[in-house]
């Protein structure tokens, strides 16, 4: 598979990486790029500047009626779709007991389980139900799917339990689904991000913060830079022979306890 001429859905498309995904999709010369976020208006923002390949699809991933909705969408649009990344997801930290012994809030985890685990295998499963329509390439291949776990899946943190099920839940389902899909022709790969450069830091200590971060990191001494990881994305469509894995995409990091 080549970006280019590709069709690309793009989950948590509106910023972050997944907006570095969209972007360097349009730059390699996507057929067409939907970017598929629960903020409508950052999306549609995003696709008018990205330019006619590019379109905005309103979607939460916890509503699988969202999903079939965008998968029709591109179907009607394109009649295909060849690569589906999953950059939608959640996390905050929560101790499994309080200071003053009062358990976590359950309710809380199950919306970091179904937007960061559930919503990526609903995703997933209609994009591949989509890809299986395709006409196979020369080596039978009719698609490809990235989900995007995070370091926590291995070195969670102290008050990570929930994020760190959800991530790893990913870890987990990639060689199994992609073992599913293989008679189809889909590959599913799974990166790992480290600690990246986004927005995602912004409201909990800014600067401050990602100074601490790059302390934690091996090589390079910084933060990632979100199209590093839209490139590794970039990689894995173009290499056929990734498939079943999981890439660590952060600099020989390992989360200390907390």
């Not at 069709?7 to 360097?24: D, H, I, K, N, Y």
């Not at 196979?136 to 969670?156: K, N, Q, Y």
């Not at 910084?222 to 490139?231: F, N, P, Q, S, T």
């Amino acid at each position: 598979m080549r970006i280019e001429d590709s069709v690309v859905a793009v989950t948590g498309g509106a910023s972050g990486l997944g907006e570095a995904v969209a972007r360097r999709c349009i730059d390699q010369g996507a057929a067409g790029v939907a970017i598929l976020d629960v903020n409508a208006d950052a999306a549609t923002s995003l696709a008018s500047e990205l330019g006619d390949r590019a379109f905005a699809l309103p979607c939460d991933v916890r509503q699988p009626s969202d999903v079939t909705q965008a998968m029709s969408t591109m179907a009607e649009k394109f009649g295909r779709l060849n690569l589906a990344v999953s950059c939608a997801g959640v996390g905050w930290a929560e101790r499994t007991l309080a200071k003053d012994g009062s358990p976590a809030d359950l309710d809380a985890y199950r919306r970091i389980i179904e937007i960061n685990l559930i919503g990526t295998y609903d995703f997933a499963r209609q994009a591949a139900s989509l890809m299986a329509k395709n006409e196979p390439d020369a080596s039978g291949e009719r698609g490809a799917i990235v989900m995007t776990a995070s370091l926590a899946a291995f070195d969670g943190q102290i008050g990570q339990s929930a994020y760190s099920a959800s991530k790893g839940g990913l870890v987990g389902m990639t060689l199994p689904m992609s073992r599913d899909l293989a008679p189809v022709g889909v590959r599913v790969m799974t990166i790992a991000p480290g600690l990246m450069d986004t927005p995602i830091y912004d409201p909990v200590g800014g600067a401050e913060l990602k100074e601490r971060l790059v302390g934690l990191t091996v090589f390079p001494k910084r933060l990632g830079a979100a199209d590093e990881y839209a490139h590794l994305v970039q990689a894995i469509a173009e290499n056929s022979y990734l498939n079943g894995e999981t890439i660590r995409h952060d600099a020989a990091t390992r989360l200390p306890p907390r």
